[in-house]
């Protein structure tokens, strides 16, 4: 934990905030074509 002032509760939403945003980025800039089709 880098601040010892937050409290579990607000780490662990910044920590999911966090591994959304790198989820996100990695499907914006992967060479894969994105499809729309229900699977």
Known sequence: ???PN???E???RLE???ARRRVFN???TSEAPL???PT
């Open 1 to 3: 934990m880098d601040d």
């Open 6 to 8: 937050i409290t579990m």
């Open 10 to 12: 607000e780490y662990i």
């Open 16 to 18: 999911e905030e966090k």
């Open 26 to 28: 990695d499907t914006l």
């Open 35 to 37: 499809s729309y089709e």
